[in-house]
């Protein structure tokens, strides 16, 4: 049974940082492409970040862009998501993602591109 398990969400101050990671059981991570989106009520699951098979591409939304950085470690099958200089905006429940792909070096943040979904992970940002 193919699962991902999510982690490291809770309650920050506006200007810190959050790990999340990812925990994939069932499949090996090497052969998918992973990604991180966020969801807030009454708006769409949007795409944060993607990391490809190999870990060579990346992709970042425009806001997130120099604040989050997307990693993996194939050998223990989890992706993480570092996130730094949090504000409001990035308040959501956090859900990781995976697609099986061929191609080892790109990858995509369109939400309907992945096909297994983790339950997520609540970030709040306030003070």
């Known amino acids: 049974q193919l699962q991902l398990v999510e982690s490291g969400g809770g309650l920050v101050q506006p200007g810190g940082s959050l790990r999340l990671s990812c925990a994939a059981s069932g499949f090996i991570l090497d052969y998918y492409n992973l990604a991180w989106f966020r969801q807030v009520p009454g708006k769409e699951r949007e795409g944060v970040s993607c990391i490809s098979r190999n870990g060579w591409g990346t992709g970042y939304a425009h806001s997130v862009r120099g604040r989050f950085t997307i990693s993996r470690d194939n050998a223990k099958n989890t992706v993480h998501l570092q996130m730094n200089s949090l504000n409001p905006e990035d308040t959501g429940v956090y859900y990781c993602?995976?697609?099986?792909?061929?191609?080892?070096?790109?990858?995509?943040?369109?939400?309907?591109?992945?096909?297994?979904w983790g339950q997520g992970t609540q970030v709040t940002v306030s003070s």
């Open positions: 993602a995976a697609v099986r792909r061929v191609d080892a070096s790109t990858c995509s943040v369109r939400r309907y591109d992945y096909h297994y």
